[in-house]
């Protein structure tokens, strides 16, 4: 699928303190096949949209400490914005880092390393006609209500994955109106859609795994050889 990418802005967001995964730094700082995860991260991108404009969101803390895994490992990172509490205050403030004329953005968790060129396209062309998309993918687990403890259709569910792509207008207006501090906001796609704009579901991709836990380390660095992304 050719997508011109000339227009496109792209926010990695790597701001969190990664508490689930344990240990001192964050996960997307640690070593995936030999170099910080988020430099795969940020290569996906790099390589599915090479002239796309790629802004990562980084907690103030860790912004030297990303320098010197830049310098050490000899990578040329995107211009930097300072994240936020929230990974919602953090794409809100990350979107003004931006260029002013793009028509398209995505935004990615950087802690999914494993996402395909394919999906990328998938993403920008279906934000491109709708204004706003997200890759989902069925849910392979029986669920159960949480309250109730009565099983539920898991076929009517589907998890929502990254990146979400969006009308570059609409997403700013979005975050311009909204309280971050929310907790109904847990993704961008549901920033959009309080502002009255409704969400297209594309396929998203099983391998497009978000690295939470330490043992996902293993499991990522299989997929990129399994997908040969890297």
């Known amino acids: 699928m050719d997508i011109p990418s000339t227009h496109t802005g792209i926010i990695v967001v790597a701001a969190g303190s990664g508490h689930r995964f344990g240990g001192d730094v964050p996960k997307q700082f640690r070593l995936l096949a030999g170099r910080p995860m988020l430099m795969h991260t940020i290569d996906a991108f790099r390589t599915a949209l090479p002239d796309a404009s790629i802004v990562v969101a980084l907690s103030p803390d860790m912004k030297a400490y990303w320098a010197s895994l830049c310098s050490e490992y000899k990578f040329a990172s995107p211009p930097v914005a300072e994240g936020g509490g929230t ?130 380390i293993a499991l990522a660095e299989t997929l990129l050889k399994l997908t040969g992304i890297q």
Not at 151 to 156: G, M, P, Q
Not at 160 to 186: E, K, W
């Open 87 to 216: 990974r919602c205050e953090s794409v809100y403030k990350a979107l003004s880092a931006l260029p002013s004329d793009i028509n398209i953005i995505l935004v990615h968790d950087g802690g999914r390393p494993i996402v395909s060129p394919e999906l990328i396209h998938r993403v920008v062309a279906a934000a491109t006609v709708s204004k706003a998309a997200v890759p989902a993918i069925p849910v392979t687990d029986s669920m159960r209500r949480a309250d109730t403890g009565k099983a539920v259709d898991r076929s009517i569910f589907r998890a929502v994955q990254t990146p979400q792509g969006f009308d570059a207008h609409i997403l700013r207006n979005a975050y311009s109106a909204i309280n971050c501090a929310d907790p109904m906001l847990t993704d961008d796609a549901s920033v959009v859609e309080r502002s009255g704009v409704q969400v297209t579901m594309v396929d998203g991709d099983a391998h497009n795994i978000k690295v939470t836990l330490p043992g996902d």
